[in-house]
């Protein structure tokens, strides 16, 4: 808590009259979004307080103080993975530290791979539900009281409303039918899986399969916000369509996805 209270105590004069409603976290290959952005502060991950940094190419590793859609927006552009070497507590620094900055409400994306066979390159998947295979969470250990209770509920990790809402702006945006809703299964990585693995997934119940954004939605449930989380399918995992996948492959599909990834934040964000 210490730290936290150090980092938001840092951040919060640097963003003077500025005060935030919404957290949203970029994920790989998903950056396009800051175009979209009124940015007021630029704060590298580096020059604050007990921040991890980014080492992963295309996360920048930034904190953008902003505007969306005429609301003001806490932005993570890059975010922090287990298989970095870093702690889950610190994995979801950034979360916590923007609750206490007074975000209401965290939007969420990543790339992923699909395992349903209906799925195709570029879909958006609106994450419903969650099935958590890393090795550990950030809710291990001593409980933070002020943070949260010890045993958070994980009935509804993803806010039904948001959902509604998400599924209706693409109706109206005109890509209803590359917007899925699907259960995303979360592991370790680095190294993608291998075929067998990826028919346990889908055998378990995934749709779609990442290395990201559990942990940070466990610690957002555990803050009490709510959240909505979109998957970008950008490699293919079901049986017949499996084919080596290399990160520019990945990058070059989280591109033509961009457009309608950020169109749909910006029409939820709006509408809050």
């Not at 070497?85 to 994995?91: D, L």
């Not at 979801?92 to 790339?111: C, D, E, H, T």
């Not at 990585?189 to 954004?213: C, F, H, K, N, Q």
Request: aromatic content about 6%; charged content about 20%.
């Amino acid at each position: 808590m210490q730290q936290l209270r150090e980092a938001a105590d840092y951040i919060r004069p640097l963003l003077g009259d500025f005060q935030p409603e919404f957290g949203i976290i970029l994920g790989t290959g998903l950056g396009a979004l800051v175009e979209e952005l009124d940015v007021v502060q630029t704060l590298p991950y580096a020059s604050l307080p007990h921040f991890p940094v980014s080492t992963v190419e295309s996360h920048s590793g930034n904190l953008l103080a902003a505007t969306l859609g005429g609301r003001r927006v806490l932005v993570m552009q890059g975010r922090f993975h287990y298989y970095e070497g870093y702690a889950m507590e610190q994995v979801v620094f950034p979360v916590r530290v923007m609750k206490l900055l007074g975000i209401q409400k965290l939007f969420v994306s990543n790339a992923s791979g699909g395992l349903n066979p209906e799925y195709n390159y570029s879909d958006l998947m609106l994450i419903e539900d969650h099935i958590n295979l890393q090795p550990t969470n950030p809710l291990i250990g001593k409980n933070l009281n002020e943070l949260g209770p010890r045993f958070p509920d994980m009935l509804e990790p993803y806010d039904l409303g948001l959902l509604a809402q998400a599924e209706a702006a693409a109706q109206q945006l005109g890509f209803a039918d590359k917007v899925r809703r699907g259960v995303y299964a979360s592991l370790p990585g680095p190294m993608l899986e291998t075929p067998a693995e990826y028919r346990y997934l889908r055998t378990i119940g995934a749709d779609a399969v990442g290395m990201s954004t559990v942990p940070e939605v466990i610690a957002a449930v555990h803050l009490g916000l709510p959240v909505l989380a979109v998957s970008v399918i950008t490699d293919l995992c079901s049986p017949g369509k499996l084919k080596r996948v290399q990160l520019a492959d990945i990058l070059r599909v989280a591109s033509d996805a961009e457009p309608r990834l950020t169109a749909l934040l910006k029409a939820v964000v709006a509408q809050q």
